[in-house]
């Protein structure tokens, strides 16, 4: 294929994206919640829960060799082989093995971590190309032991709350009802798709059973367990050993939680800028999900605080509650999920990886209605995370950026969570702006986000000190413009292009200021 001078190949046809996933149920969706009434089938996932109960009340309370700590960093990692010896399905070989080591005659066993890694794992993993992580954390939540069980057993507040990795969730059936109407002893059987916040990293799916269970008067457990055992997971590139949490009610009103997540993933998949946080557990670990809690936890502080409750106007609440939408659409429309149909522009060797997905809108509010084009890519800047952040976050660096002299208002939300850090903005016109401030509904306005996620390229820190790691960072952008006021099934290739050279541009320009700033601080010293 021919290149122009951006890079990019001459784009030969008319992108037409009607092709592309639709939002209908799966048909297996109806087949599995039918199957799992047969008697023994459903008896088959109580036992199975039960089981990854017990095992997630020991697993959390077990210290090394099992977990390993992990140095400038908070959370542990679990140590496969001794998971095995504790945890794994032994045959009668293997028993007879484990029975000469313990009577002192291992000379004939030199390589047996080997052994009962490889042995072990063809029982419990049958798919070679997946590869165990395993995670555990523990954080203390202002919030009541039953608030976070309740979050985590209403699938609406669950896929709500947790969106910035859940793409979506179905409830297939509930088998058991808790206890007197309580969430004590209930088992949901459900999917979920779960996500990183870029189109370059695949997202994750599977069945899988959700068990709660009152351990204590003052304590808690919530486990999943996946389900391919009895029915064709939706995808084969991941399933779920028992993870989930040990929730224990404190006396000042916050709740300990400790987390665990083991989850077996296929990373070939995973683009390489991507691979050290994926291979290392860390995007889809404990410390993530424990983050999710936390900013929720602290988003229900913040609509409590004195200053809202005496915003009589509800201007400010207005505003919030605008951004937190921003927020969540961007996140939703950024990640890998089978409702998004990505398009990949081709490009030579070297030049920007760019991706585009065509949006429709006819009726949904708060969204323009016609034709919009979201384009993204990926790529590592030589600054750490923080130094990125703050420099994008702040209104007089992004105008380096641009040498649009338009006057537009923005709002803009930034924040930082374990794994990432935002900065999320949207464009809104003079009038909306004025009715947010007056108190007016904020579902009804428009907005279309566009922003930057920010990870560490390579393994965070969590020790406070700047999360570098010596490895840059990898810095996705995404804008999401308006195309057509009327609803297309088409894209010129003129459009695609125009899209690339300004994705590219933005690309050149933070480069640019980046490389600037370094030699700057390089002066100074």
């Not at 039918?34 to 109580?46: E, F, G, L, V």
Request: hydrophobic letters at 35%; glycine letters at 6%.
């Amino acid at each position: 294929m021919a290149m122009n001078d951006e890079g990019m190949g001459h784009v030969d046809a008319i992108y037409d994206w009607s092709k592309g996933n639709d939002n209908t149920q799966r048909a297996s969706d109806i087949l599995f919640g039918i199957s799992i009434h047969s008697d023994p089938t459903k008896a088959q996932i109580i036992d199975l829960s039960y089981s990854a109960m017990i095992e997630l009340s020991m697993i959390v309370n077990i210290g090394e060799p099992l977990w390993q700590p992990q140095n400038h960093h908070r959370h542990q990692i679990l140590n496969k082989n001794e998971y095995l010896r504790q945890f794994g399905q032994m045959d009668d070989t293997l028993r007879d093995i484990m029975k000469l080591v313990e009577v002192g005659q291992p000379q004939s066993l030199s390589n047996l971590d080997s052994y009962l890694c490889q042995h072990s794992m063809s029982k419990v993993n049958k798919n070679e190309d997946l590869q165990v992580e395993g995670s555990r954390d523990m954080e203390y939540i202002k919030m009541s032991a039953s608030d976070i069980v309740e979050l985590l057993m209403d699938m609406n507040q669950w896929s709500r709350e947790f969106f910035n990795i859940v793409s979506s969730t179905t409830m297939v059936e509930t088998l058991l009802d808790g206890a007197q109407g309580s969430n004590d002893g209930k088992l949901h059987v459900m999917s979920a798709e779960l996500h990183l916040p870029t189109p370059f990293a695949p997202s994750r799916e599977c069945y899988f059973a959700r068990y709660c269970k009152q351990l204590s008067q003052h304590i808690w457990g919530v486990v999943d367990i996946s389900l391919e055992k009895f029915f064709p997971s939706p995808s084969t590139n991941f399933r779920k050993r028992p993870s989930g949490c040990i929730i224990e009610a404190m006396p000042n009103g916050f709740s300990k939680v400790i987390w665990v997540e083991h989850v077996e993933a296929n990373h070939d998949q995973v683009n390489k800028q991507f691979q050290p946080l994926v291979t290392s557990g860390f995007a889809f670990g404990a410390t993530r999900w424990l983050s999710s809690i936390v900013q929720h936890s602290e988003w229900l502080e913040t609509l409590k605080g004195p200053t809202l409750v005496a915003d009589d106007g509800g201007g400010r609440i207005s505003l919030l509650n605008v951004a937190d939408r921003m927020m969540r659409t961007f996140v939703s429309d950024i990640n890998t999920s089978t409702r998004n149909s990505w398009i990949q522009i081709p490009s030579s060797p070297g030049s920007a990886d760019v991706k585009f997905i065509v949006k429709n809108n006819s009726d949904e509010i708060g969204k323009p209605i016609g034709t919009s084009v979201l384009f993204t890519t990926s790529l590592w800047v030589n600054a750490s995370p923080n130094q990125l952040f703050n420099f994008l976050r702040h209104g007089s660096s992004r105008k380096k950026t641009s040498e649009d002299k338009t006057e537009i208002f923005y709002i803009q939300k930034s924040y930082t969570d374990s794994m990432a850090s935002y900065v999320i903005y949207a464009p809104l016109d003079e009038s909306s702006l004025k009715a947010l401030g007056k108190g007016s509904n904020p579902d009804i306005v428009m907005i279309l986000p566009s922003g930057f996620v920010i990870c560490p390229s390579g393994f965070p820190r969590n020790d406070g000190v700047d999360k570098n790691n010596g490895g840059g960072s990898i810095l996705t952008i995404a804008f999401h413009i308006v195309e057509s006021s009327s609803i297309r099934s088409i894209i010129s290739p003129e459009s695609v292009e125009t899209l690339y050279k300004v994705i590219t541009d933005t690309v050149s320009a933070i480069s640019d200021a980046v490389v600037y700033n370094n030699m700057y601080k390089a002066w100074l010293m």
